[in-house]
């Protein structure tokens, strides 16, 4: 969600032209979106997708879980780097942002792949904890709502194998939480939930600034 903010344009676009290039079906699909109402700036940069199909890699992580669909460009970048078998969990409160991107899922191969949930995030959570026990999880993607975001994190840690990787999106929410003025809840929210992990001795933690912010989250005990 959102663009790069420390970025100008001329950096933007030389990033763009030196990373790989989207393929058909996430081009159609991030285009698709694009038309929707908030829909660039809801999704995830090309380039953030890449990077979280590559932290898939990395981390060889099988099993996947992934808090806010949309319209699943991220969904699809990360199912695509999981390996034969493995697994996307992702859920949303509702099937009309992810219905566009089931078409695309299918395109590419991988909707075996996807375990699609329609639910609030706390109860699909809950449920994989007792679907799949504690440290089941090797890596968790939070990008929803900014209010939610400290309840997802503990529940990522309980859910969350030992070395497993936790990435939350719009840490930074639009440069807002350097506005002592931006006093909405959502922005609020995003700044209690930095202030949190920065202090938080269970895990490593780096706050990138990448797109809206990104955090990368390692669970050491």
């Known amino acids: 969600m959102a663009s790069q903010l420390l970025a100008s344009s001329d950096v933007l676009t030389y990033v763009s032209d030196h990373s790989r290039a989207e393929d058909e079906i996430l081009r159609e699909l991030r285009e698709e979106t694009a038309s929707l109402p908030m829909g660039a700036a809801m999704q995830v940069s090309a380039e953030e997708g890449q990077l979280l199909a590559l932290l898939v890699k990395l981390t060889r992580a099988r099993t996947v879980v992934e808090v806010g669909t949309?319209?699943?460009?991220?969904?699809?970048?990360?199912?695509?780097?999981?390996?034969?078998?493995?697994?996307?969990?992702t859920c949303d409160v509702t099937d009309r942002w992810p219905a566009f991107g089931r078409p695309y899922w299918k395109r590419a191969g991988v909707d075996d792949r996807i375990d699609l949930r329609i639910a609030p995030a706390t109860?699909?959570?809950?449920?994989?904890?007792?679907?799949?026990?504690?440290?089941?999880i090797d890596l968790v993607f939070i990008d929803a709502d900014k209010a939610g975001y400290a309840a997802y994190y503990e529940a990522a840690l309980m859910l969350?194998?030992?070395?497993?990787?936790?990435?939350?999106?719009?840490?930074?929410?639009?440069?807002?939480?350097?506005?002592?003025?931006?006093?909405?809840?959502?922005?609020?929210?995003?700044?209690?939930?930095?202030?949190?992990?920065?202090?938080?001795?269970?895990?490593?933690?780096?706050?990138?600034?990448?797109?809206?912010?990104?955090?990368?989250?390692?669970?050491?005990?």
Do not use: H, W
């Open 123 to 136: 109860a699909v959570l809950d449920s994989l904890f007792a679907e799949y026990g504690p440290g089941s």
């Open 70 to 89: 949309f319209t699943g460009y991220s969904s699809l970048c990360m199912a695509r780097a999981l390996p034969d078998r493995g697994l996307l969990i």
């Open 160 to 221: 969350l194998a030992p070395d497993g990787l936790v990435v939350v999106d719009n840490t930074l929410f639009f440069g807002r939480v350097t506005d002592p003025d931006a006093q909405d809840p959502d922005t609020v929210a995003i700044r209690e939930f930095n202030r949190f992990v920065r202090d938080d001795p269970r895990v490593e933690m780096s706050l990138l600034p990448v797109a809206d912010g990104i955090t990368l989250i390692r669970k050491t005990s």
